[in-house]
Nanobody, 127 residues
Framework: VQLQASGGGLVQPGGSLKLSCAAS????????IGWFRQAPGKEREAVSC????????YYADSVKGQFTISRDKDKNTAYLQMDNLKPEDSATYYC?????????????????????WGQGTLVTVSS
């Protein structure tokens, strides 16, 4: 079982990046997938997640309208499209999975623990 995050890099403010989370050893479609980030000296925070059952998506308030989570069942990969990036979006981004589906009251933003994590990919937003 492996989750491999990639796609990070250096981007100027206002730019875009698309992160990928490639799953191996399991079918991504039957797991809920979350994206999290951790900046130096800060706690890890949830960014977005997508529920396996119905594909419902959840976003942290700080990224609503800016980030888009998606998944491609054929490629067994989840994505995080990040637009209009700001310096405060700089962090290491991680993807993770859980066998539970997400609900409005229990999801990556609160109440739901993700069991398996991939290594992170670094995003730096700077001019």
């Amino acid at each position: 079982v492996q989750l491999q995050a990639s796609g990070g890099g250096l981007v100027q403010p206002g730019g875009s990046l698309k992160l990928s989370c490639a799953a191996s050893g399991f079918r991504l479609a039957i797991y809920s997938i979350g994206w999290f980030r951790q900046a130096p000296g800060k706690e890890r925070e949830a960014v977005s997640c997508i529920s396996y059952r119905d594909g419902t998506k959840y976003y942290a308030d700080s990224v609503k309208g800016q980030f888009t989570i998606s998944r491609d069942k054929d490629k067994n990969t989840a994505y995080l499209q990040m637009d209009n990036l700001k310096p405060e979006d700089s962090a290491t981004y991680y993807c993770a999975r859980t066998g539970y589906y997400m609900t409005p009251s229990t999801n990556c933003l609160g109440g739901r623990t993700f069991e398996d994590w991939g290594q992170g990919t670094l995003v730096t937003v700077s001019s």
